[in-house]
């Protein structure tokens, strides 16, 4: 992975993403497809993507019993997606069963798609950590500890906020795979996310992918916030 800004289509259809990928023209992408669109499009989604070249990043965050996440792995497989998900409160066992299912499921001669856990979610604070969640640790804590257990369950990497990838470099090393959303430029809107960081910070701490659904595609100009975004990515800014 080659430190990749993932563009999330948060649409609710295929009219919406096809209006949105008219931007780009010839620009290879790496995209996000998640819930909203995939539980309304369904697979099909993934292949009229592919056809366009881009890179795809399938984020259902399973998270289920062992058997039933390695049932859904196989089937998911076999759409030949670059990246997936499960959730690493599902424990180990079920991250295990999840890389059976994608080995399983891999057509013969692919590449199995490379699998992450999220930790804890962007959006989720130490308040609601303590509140909510009842658990009576630092968030860093937990996101350290679940990565551990993706890392033994043998999962190509997480999903964390930036402010946490370099606890996660120091303990599981760098090629550990680090995504990282919640991603805003310096005057956006938060809206729904609490861990929230720059895309030069993300850059400069070690996150190995960021992903940024609305500060590109709720803009006026998205071919022009990509651009934007994407500088700040890549470059370090002193
Ligand atoms: O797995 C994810 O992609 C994810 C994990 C997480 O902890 N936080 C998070 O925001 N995401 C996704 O990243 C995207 C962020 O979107 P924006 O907040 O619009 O940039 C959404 O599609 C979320 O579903």
Not at 31 to 58: A, N, R, T
Not at 68 to 80: D, H, I, S, Y
Request: proline share 3%; charged share 25%; net charge negative.
């Amino acid at each position: 992975m080659e430190r990749p800004l993932i563009v999330a289509l948060d649409f609710k259809d295929r009219k919406e993403v096809d209006a949105f990928l008219n931007h780009f023209k010839d620009e290879k992408l790496f995209v996000k497809v998640g819930m909203e669109l995939f539980y309304q499009e369904g697979p099909s989604i993934i292949s009229h993507i592919k056809q366009h070249g881009h890179d795809i990043f399938l984020d259902l965050k399973l998270h289920d019993i062992p058997n039933t996440v390695k049932q859904a792995m196989r089937g998911l497989a076999k759409l030949e997606v670059d990246l997936v998900n499960v959730h690493a409160a599902g424990g180990k066992k079920m991250m295990e069963a999840a890389i059976e299912g994608l080995v399983a499921g891999t057509p013969a001669g692919k590449n199995r798609p490379a699998c992450i856990a999220v930790t804890q979610l962007t959006s989720t604070s130490q308040q609601m950590v303590q509140d909510e969640l009842l658990i009576n640790k630092e968030i860093n804590h937990i996101v350290l500890h679940y990565a551990k257990m993706a890392h033994e369950s043998g999962l190509d990497g997480v999903v964390c906020s930036t402010h946490e990838v370099e606890a996660l470099q120091e303990h599981l090393g760098s090629t550990f795979i680090k995504v990282t959303p919640g991603i805003r430029m310096k005057n956006d809107s938060a809206d729904d996310q609490t861990r929230i960081a720059t895309p030069e910070l993300a850059r400069r701490l070690g996150s190995t992918a960021i992903v940024v659904g609305r500060s590109i595609t709720k803009q006026k100009n998205p071919y022009e916030a990509y651009l934007h975004v994407k500088k700040a990515w890549e470059e370090i800014v002193e």
